[in-house]
């Protein structure tokens, strides 16, 4: 039961581009959602994140977009760098209670070609 | 900046034995997580853990494994009799309160032979 859906595997792009990473989610209860970044050997990295009250959250190169009735959201990375290549995972949670855990999808590989 | 510490990094164990993996969360965090990643599969929620108890665990967290957080700042996880199936990145989180975003350690790979 895929609840969040990443359905690109990769991406490639060129450096000084826009990245853009796509997620969609079933769960109309999800409230709360995160962009992490992972490089190999590492643990997930947290990067940005928004609640279902906004559609818009941005921090420096990073923009997330939340797309409530279309369930979509997506991570938008401009410009893009070499060292932004790593795994995106799109994560979400519903509220029912402070410790729910955190949906993962299952990731797109970025690749930023210099 | 504080993060998330994991110790080992690596444990190889054979099928049937007992391993504990360990984790410091971040010293003023309240929410404790254990999730896995299986090779080439997305992370999988585990067990949360607050207020010295379990609060939410997944299908995958049955009677072999259990949490503890034996000393306040400690946060272990123990598999009691591995399955090779058992074989996976684990990896620990905590977060200081409510939508408050999950920091992760850099994990442990467990490989059962």
């Known amino acids: 039961d895929q609840q969040v859906k990443q359905n690109s595997p990769s991406l490639s792009v060129q450096e000084g581009r826009i990245s853009i990473l796509n997620c969609d989610y079933t769960?109309?209860?999800?409230?709360?959602f995160l962009w992490y970044k992972k490089y190999p050997a590492e643990g997930p990295t947290f990067l940005i994140s928004?609640?279902?009250?906004?559609d818009k959250n941005e921090d420096g190169r990073f923009t997330v977009f939340l797309n409530k009735s279309a369930k979509h959201l997506s991570l938008h990375i401009v410009p893009s760098q070499p060292g932004d290549s790593a795994v995106y995972f799109c994560?979400?949670?519903?509220?029912?209670?402070?410790?729910?855990?955190?949906?993962f999808g299952k990731g797109t590989r970025l690749s930023v070609i210099a | 900046e504080p993060e998330v510490t994991q110790t080992p990094s690596h444990q190889v164990t054979q099928m049937g034995q007992e391993v504990i993996l360990r984790c410091v969360p971040i010293s003023n965090h309240l929410y404790f997580y254990w999730y896995r990643q299986i090779l080439g599969q997305k992370v999988e929620f585990l067990v949360s853990?607050?207020?010295?108890?379990?609060?939410?665990k997944s299908e995958i967290f049955d009677d072999q494994f259990s949490v503890e957080r034996p000393d306040g700042s400690n946060f272990t996880l123990k598999i009691r009799s591995t399955k090779l199936e058992d074989s996976a990145m684990y990896f620990c989180?905590?977060?200081?309160?409510?939508?408050?975003?999950?920091?992760f350690g850099n994990g442990t790979r467990l490989t059962v032979t």
């Open positions: 853990f607050y207020n010295n108890e379990i609060s939410e």
């Open positions: 928004i609640s279902s009250i906004k």
């Open positions: 769960n109309s209860m999800f409230d709360y």
């Open positions: 989180a905590s977060k200081s309160g409510y939508n408050s975003p999950l920091h």
């Open positions: 994560a979400a949670s519903a509220p029912f209670s402070g410790n729910t855990p955190l949906v």
